[in-house]
């Protein structure tokens, strides 16, 4: 049995302060956890992240390069993107997988859980190993221009290791494929 903790913050009140079809942000007063009065703002997504690493039995796997917005820079990333809350997550990996790289898998393993920043969020993120891949049509969104490269997944290390990968995600599929002997 997992051991609990006491909370040592209080909240005192929360206040409303933007909100769009994929987050919310609220400011909440409180007494923090050395018992003085402060602030803290949280942002609540509305998705859940889902990441998917395809690996096909010769070992090849499929990055998704695109340009990210907030960063302003092209990035390389194992699909991904969001799932709705009400929905299950191995769903939404399975359409993702489908629309960015253009594949189905038969086999799925869910390989992790993230809370992606949750200093500031409480977003969570599933990460699944998709296995006996075969091919269809990709569909991205229409707001996606998507870069589709299959590569070795030992390429895919690489890139990780000289820090050409940066996505949350992909790190973490990549550094948890590596401990489960993915090669």
Known sequence: MEKTYPNPWTTLSKKDIYDN???????????????????????????YAIGILPIDADGNTWLIGQHRYPFDMFTWEIPEGGGKIEQDP????????AEEAGLIAEKWTLI??????????NEVGFIYLAE????????????????????????????LETGEIKDSLTVVALLKAQALGIK
């Open 132 to 159: 006996q891949l075969s091919h269809t049509p990709p569909a991205p969104d229409e707001d996606e221009a998507l870069i589709i490269r299959k590569l070795p997944v030992s390429e895919a290390y690489k890139m």
């Open 21 to 47: 079809p994929w987050i919310h942000v609220e400011e909440h007063q409180v007494i923090n956890a050395s018992g003085n009065p402060g602030i803290y703002g949280i942002v609540s997504f509305k998705n």
């Open 90 to 97: 191995l769903e939404n990996a399975k359409r993702e997988l």
């Open 112 to 121: 992790q859980e993230i809370q992606l920043s949750n200093s500031v969020t």
